[in-house]
C-alpha cells in the first residue's frame, strides 16, 4: 500500500568490542538513516526511526554491521516496527 510510513528498529547487540557497529534502516536496498556507535560493553542498544513515503511494493529492512569483532550477537529483545500513518 502506497502511503507514508513509521518504521524503526530497536536492536541490543551483546559482547561487543569491536571499533564499531552499525544500524541501518534501508528502504529499497538503499540506506536512508543510520545509527553508529564505538562503545565496547557488554550490553548495547541502538535505535532508528523515521517517517518515509513507500509506494506499493517497497521494502524496508534494517542491516547490522560490525567492524573488528566477529563475535558480537543480536539480542532476541530486538525489534523491527513500521506502521502504515498517512495512506
Known amino acids: 500500500v502506497s502511503g507514508l ?3 524503526g528498529v530497536g536492536l541490543r547487540y ?3 568490542g ?3 557497529f552499525y ?3 534501508q ?3 538503499a540506506t536512508f538513516n543510520r545509527f553508529l556507535q564505538a562503545d565496547t560493553h557488554a550490553y ?3 535505535n532508528v526511526f523515521n517517517v518515509r513515503r513507500a509506494s506499493a511494493g517497497d521494502t524496508f529492512r534494517v542491516v547490522a554491521t560490525s567492524n573488528g569483532d566477529t563475535s558480537v550477537g543480536i539480542n532476541d529483545d530486538s525489534y523491527f516496527c513500521g506502521h502504515l500513518i498517512d495512506g
Do not use: P
Open 5 to 7: 510510513y513509521f518504521v
Open 14 to 16: 551483546d559482547s561487543f
Open 18 to 20: 569491536g571499533n564499531y
Open 23 to 25: 544500524i541501518d534502516l
Open 27 to 29: 528502504q529499497n536496498n
Open 44 to 46: 548495547n542498544h541502538g
